[in-house]
């Protein structure tokens, strides 16, 4: 079985997009396949973070088509695309992004609580995550109070306690150094691997996209596969 052979969950038909005078992508188009860890790689300014965001419904492209799940991502409203975020896509970026007001576990039950879950429910399902995560111990501590990997390792918790179809991870190894980075790697492969979540990670580390099941290069804001496709075990 080939990856042409599974169902595309995601796809970038020509998509461009400009900012101001500045072009950013120039008909960039990707398939992703339900299940494949997908690695998005390519040079500063490359246009591999903008494509991450219009696949994620965050930028809308001026021209081409943004599929998921056979729905039109690019044509839905502001509205529909904030519910589809929120309902069905989970991120992980390069700094955590953690509210620091909040504790470990209220971080990681925030996607639970803004789709209206109960807080008790919410925090029930997401303290299971800390020793997913070898975070025992950890989950009243807050955001100021945990080290950069400790802090990824509860962002990627947030990105997938509420079971995404799909992880989008922009950089999320950028700010740790090599060994927390392969250790959150690991986590974020495995835990993807168990709940049959599509990831696509946007990274500049050879070391991050040899997790994935396939490369791809963003180069002048144009897609281009890298190495030969690796169907998901």
């Given amino acids: 079985m080939t990856a042409t052979s599974e169902r595309y969950v995601i796809e970038a038909r020509d998509v461009e997009l400009s900012f101001g005078e500045t072009p950013a992508l120039r008909g960039a188009s990707l398939s992703v396949v339900a299940g494949e860890i997908l690695a998005i790689m390519g040079p500063s300014g490359s246009g591999k973070s903008t494509l991450l965001h219009c696949l994620a419904g965050i930028l809308v492209p001026i021209a081409g088509e943004i599929h998921f799940d056979g729905r039109r991502?690019?044509?839905?409203?502001?509205t529909q695309r904030s519910a589809l975020r929120r309902d069905r896509f989970g991120f992980v970026f390069q700094f955590g992004q953690l509210?620091?007001?909040?504790t470990a576990e209220?971080?990681?039950?925030?996607?639970l609580l803004?789709?209206?879950i109960r807080r008790d429910?919410?925090?029930?399902?997401?303290?299971?995550?800390?020793?997913?995560?070898?975070?025992d111990?950890?989950?009243?501590?807050r955001s100021g109070e945990l080290s950069?990997?400790?802090?990824?390792r509860v962002a990627l918790a947030r990105g997938l306690v509420a079971r995404p179809e799909i992880l989008f991870a922009d950089e999320p190894t950028g700010s740790l150094d090599s060994f927390t980075g392969e250790q959150v790697m690991d986590l974020l492969v495995a835990s993807a691997r168990e709940q049959g979540t599509t990831v696509i990670i946007v990274t500049h580390e050879p070391r991050?996209?040899?997790?994935?099941?396939?490369e791809v290069i963003v180069r002048d804001g144009k897609a281009t596969t890298l190495a030969a496709d690796r169907v998901p075990s």
């Fill in 73 to 78: 991502v690019d044509t839905m409203s502001e």
């Fill in 99 to 102: 509210v620091p007001e909040l």
């Fill in 106 to 111: 209220e971080n990681v039950a925030l996607s």
């Fill in 114 to 116: 803004l789709a209206g």
């Fill in 121 to 135: 429910r919410a925090l029930k399902e997401a303290r299971p995550w800390f020793a997913r995560m070898g975070l």
């Fill in 137 to 141: 111990g950890l989950e009243r501590r």
């Fill in 148 to 152: 950069g990997g400790q802090a990824q």
């Fill in 208 to 214: 991050v996209a040899a997790c994935a099941d396939r």
